[in-house]
């Protein structure tokens, strides 16, 4: 028996009897869902096609466009999960680029206070490497000056000493001439001696002499 043997009526009718079981899904189990629940859209679109495919097959616009209205309102929902879904994860992609550069930012802040911290440290060691080289080089000129005060003490003390060597010689030899002087004017003071007794010894032999010559003369 074809379909166009059966009056519209009682298939309608058998239509609406048999989806009754999907519409108490529907009404019982999938309004629990969210709207936008794929298991509700999946289900809501094929009833909704179903529908619009019966209402067709039997002229019935109301049915037909029931299901239409159904299938469209579902890809409606689905498209708008759709949405909702890539907004969603642009919003959790954009929350996660703005995690990344506050990430970015507070690691660049540590990496430019421990670069700062660096050359903070490195400063402080040039300043003490700075400091302890004065302070060497310092030491080391008061060494080299008082290597030059001691030198130039030395050498004076060398030239005083050769002073006072030089002064003592001279007086040495000073003494020693006016030694010799007095030597020699004793020397000459004791010639001058001898030769004043040697002539008075010769007088008085003359002397006696002649009293000899002159008693001789009287006798």
């Known amino acids: 028996m074809s379909l166009t043997a059966i009056p519209r009526a009682?298939?309608?009718?058998?239509?609406?009897?048999?989806?009754?079981?999907l519409q108490l899904i529907d009404d019982r189990v999938l309004t629990?869902?969210?709207?936008?629940?794929?298991?509700?859209?999946?289900?809501?679109?094929?009833?909704?096609?179903?529908?619009a495919t019966v209402g067709s097959a039997l002229g019935d616009p109301v049915l037909r466009k029931q299901g239409m209205t159904l299938v469209d309102r579902s890809d409606a929902l689905?498209?708008?999960?759709r949405l909702d879904a890539a907004a969603e994860d642009n919003l959790k992609q954009s929350?996660?680029?703005?995690?990344?550069?506050?990430?970015?930012?507070?690691?660049?802040?540590?990496?430019?206070?421990?670069?700062?911290?660096?050359?903070?440290?490195?400063?402080?060691q040039r300043a003490q490497q700075r400091k302890r080289?004065?302070?060497?080089?310092?030491?080391?000129?008061?060494?080299?000056?008082?290597?030059?005060a001691d030198d130039l003490a030395a050498q004076r003390k060398k030239s005083v000493e050769a002073v006072e060597k030089h002064e003592e010689a001279q007086i040495d030899a000073a003494e020693r001439a006016q030694t010799r002087a007095a030597a020699a004017k004793l020397d000459d003071a004791a010639e001058k001696r001898s030769q004043a007794a040697t002539a008075r010894g010769q007088a008085e032999?003359?002397?006696?002499?002649?009293?000899?010559?002159?008693?001789?003369?009287l006798s």
């Open 32 to 51: 629990r869902l969210n709207e936008e629940a794929p298991a509700r859209l999946f289900f809501e679109r094929s009833l909704g096609m179903l529908d």
């Open 133 to 148: 080289a004065a302070v060497e080089n310092t030491e080391k000129r008061i060494a080299a000056e008082k290597k030059r």
């Open 10 to 21: 009682v298939l309608r009718l058998q239509y609406q009897v048999a989806r009754i079981p």
């Open 78 to 81: 689905r498209r708008a999960a």
């Open 95 to 124: 929350e996660a680029d703005l995690e990344a550069t506050r990430e970015k930012a507070y690691q660049d802040q540590r990496e430019a206070r421990a670069e700062a911290d660096a050359d903070k440290q490195q400063a402080r």
């Open 205 to 217: 032999t003359l002397e006696d002499l002649a009293e000899a010559e002159k008693s001789k003369r």
